[in-house]
């Protein structure tokens, strides 16, 4: 089977009917399970967790209404999952865990977007990546998504090279740091998503590399499947090519969860 593990549905208003066109046009394209996973600052609840400016200006989401919405449509028995992205913030772990924890949640996604104060993955910010040292910006991404898994916080960690987002790439050989990152996901228990959103981005491809994903499956790190949707039209697209990498990379299953508890399915 496929599922989809990454859908955000903040453009609209939470409601069944915006929910329903997400899962219609993902049955269509065969995902069978679909797991919602709303950025935590748009909460008003979790303001705390990533303040900044440009989180500020996004935050005014009721996390409840959000739950209950979820909830509902398990209810009537939509086959959705109840999830979260919350950024990794160095040093805000605990109240990471704390809010995570508040909530019935059945998936949380760990994502690194932001470097210190640098937002490297939004638009607004592009002029600050070409006066970069690539190398460096990959050392301190990479590093970032380390701790992250070390942290134990997320079930999931989220487009694992985000960093390549508008095709910047490392001068220098990171085998070693690709290699030592992987097996601190190894350790954690975590898995990590195959994610088409980067086919839609200006780098034009899936998260993560091939290689990187190949040394996922030789250290045993489970996968889920994500296209990161924030319209209907974005979920499970692309799926057919996300499919083949992952049997090209030696996988067989994918990583459900339910009440935070892993469970493998059968890729469909």
Same mark, same amino acid.
């Given at each position: 089977?496929?599922?989809?593990?990454?859908?955000?549905? %903040?453009?609209?208003?939470?409601?069944?009917?915006?929910?329903?066109?997400?899962? /219609?046009?993902?049955? +269509?394209?065969?995902?069978?399970?679909?797991?919602?996973?709303?950025?935590?600052?748009?909460?008003?609840?979790?303001?705390?967790?990533?303040? #900044?400016?440009?989180?500020?200006?996004?935050?005014?989401?009721?996390? %409840? !209404?959000?739950?209950? =919405?979820?909830?509902?449509?398990?209810?009537?028995?939509?086959?959705?999952?109840?999830?979260?992205?919350?950024?990794?913030?160095?040093?805000?772990?605990? !109240?990471?865990?704390?809010?995570? #924890? +508040?909530?019935?949640?059945?998936?949380?996604?760990?994502?690194?977007?932001?470097?210190?104060?640098?937002?490297?993955?939004? !638009? %607004?910010?592009?002029?600050?990546?070409?006066?970069?040292?690539?190398? %460096?910006?990959?050392? @301190?991404?990479? $590093?970032?998504? @380390? @701790?992250?898994?070390?942290?134990?916080?997320?079930?999931?960690?989220?487009?694992?090279?985000?960093? *390549?987002?508008?095709?910047?790439?490392?001068?220098?050989?990171?085998?070693? =740091?690709? /290699?030592?990152?992987? *097996?601190?996901?190894?350790?954690?228990?975590?898995?990590?998503?195959? $994610?088409? &959103?980067?086919?839609? *981005?200006?780098?034009?491809?899936?998260?993560?590399?091939?290689?990187?994903?190949?040394?996922?499956? !030789? #250290? #045993?790190?489970?996968?889920?499947?994500? +296209?990161?949707?924030?319209?209907?039209? /974005?979920? &499970?697209?692309?799926? /057919?090519?996300?499919? *083949? =990498?992952?049997?090209?990379?030696?996988?067989?299953?994918?990583?459900?969860?339910?009440?935070?508890?892993?469970?493998?399915? @059968?890729?469909?």
């Amino acid at each position: 089977m496929l599922i989809d593990y990454h859908l955000h549905i %903040e453009r609209g208003p939470y409601t069944l009917e915006w929910l329903k066109e997400f899962v /219609e046009q993902g049955k +269509s394209r065969g995902v069978a399970e679909f797991g919602f996973s709303e950025h935590c600052y748009r909460f008003t609840q979790a303001r705390h967790l990533l303040d #900044n400016p440009w989180a500020t200006k996004r935050c005014s989401a009721d996390v %409840e !209404e959000y739950i209950a =919405l979820i909830l509902s449509a398990k209810a009537k028995g939509l086959p959705v999952k109840l999830g979260l992205e919350a950024d990794y913030i160095p040093g805000k772990e605990e !109240e990471i865990r704390y809010f995570i #924890n +508040s909530y019935p949640l059945d998936f949380v996604i760990g994502s690194v977007h932001w470097l210190d104060d640098w937002g490297f993955d939004l !638009e %607004e910010t592009l002029p600050r990546w070409k006066k970069a040292d690539t190398d %460096e910006v990959y050392r @301190q991404y990479f $590093s970032f998504v @380390q @701790q992250a898994a070390k942290s134990k916080l997320f079930d999931i960690l989220g487009h694992l090279d985000l960093v *390549k987002i508008f095709g910047y790439r490392p001068t220098g050989d990171m085998t070693t =740091l690709y /290699e030592q990152t992987v *097996k601190v996901i190894a350790e954690s228990g975590c898995a990590i998503e195959v $994610s088409t &959103a980067g086919l839609r *981005k200006k780098v034009g491809e899936i998260y993560p590399l091939p290689s990187i994903l190949k040394l996922c499956r !030789e #250290n #045993n790190v489970p996968i889920t499947l994500s +296209s990161d949707a924030h319209k209907p039209d /974005e979920v &499970a697209e692309n799926f /057919e090519l996300a499919v *083949k =990498l992952i049997r090209d990379s030696g996988y067989q299953s994918l990583m459900s969860f339910t009440a935070r508890k892993p469970s493998a399915l @059968q890729i469909g």
